[in-house]
């Protein structure tokens, strides 16, 4: 949700979101543990996919 937060527009696509939060746990993630993470919030509400497939932190 941080690496979202901090993005413009709060909104991400997948890769992207998969960068930021390698930098911000200082670790890689892997493309798998990116898609979980995002399914994750999505199916909690968190987060909403854009027209453009980005992924979106639901206000």
């Known amino acids: 949700m941080k ?3 901090e993005a413009p527009e709060g909104k991400l696509d997948l890769l992207s979101l998969q960068e930021r ?3 911000l746990t200082k ?7 990116a898609v979980a993470a995002a399914a994750w919030l999505y ?3 968190a987060v909403n996919l854009d027209e453009t497939g980005a992924i979106q932190k639901c206000s």
């Open 3 to 5: 690496a979202l937060s």
């Open 21 to 23: 939060m390698g930098l």
């Open 27 to 33: 670790r890689a993630i892997s493309p798998t543990q």
């Open 43 to 45: 199916l909690i509400d």
